[in-house]
């Protein structure tokens, strides 16, 4: 079976995104945690991520503002190996 690359988007602890790197460990799971994204930089699921072999990467809101709507751009704009 072949598994779908994922990212996951991550603010904090990353408590979920442990739950399914985790989960993703078992062969069978039909997702491939591939990279983890998150808004903050001290965010501590980044550390988390990393000493699992996942990479990571940050996409900071602040420079946005209020501008969600520009942070969500960022966000789509950023090079994940298309």
């Known amino acids: ?3 779908t690359r994922v990212a996951v988007l991550i ?3 990353g408590s979920n ?3 399914l790197i985790e989960a993703a460990k078992d062969s069978s799971y039909p997702a ?3 990279l983890v994204v998150s808004n ?3 965010a501590a699921g980044l ?3 990393e000493a699992q072999g996942v990479a990571t990467a ?3 809101h602040r420079p946005h503002g ?3 709507s520009a942070f969500e751009h960022a966000l789509r704009s950023f090079p994940c190996g298309r």
């Open 66 to 68: 209020k501008d969600r």
């Open 11 to 13: 603010s904090g602890r």
């Open 17 to 19: 995104m442990a739950a």
């Open 58 to 60: 940050v996409v900071d």
């Open 40 to 42: 903050r930089p001290e």
């Open 32 to 34: 491939e945690i591939a």
């Open 47 to 49: 550390a988390h991520a």
């Open 1 to 3: 079976m072949a598994r």
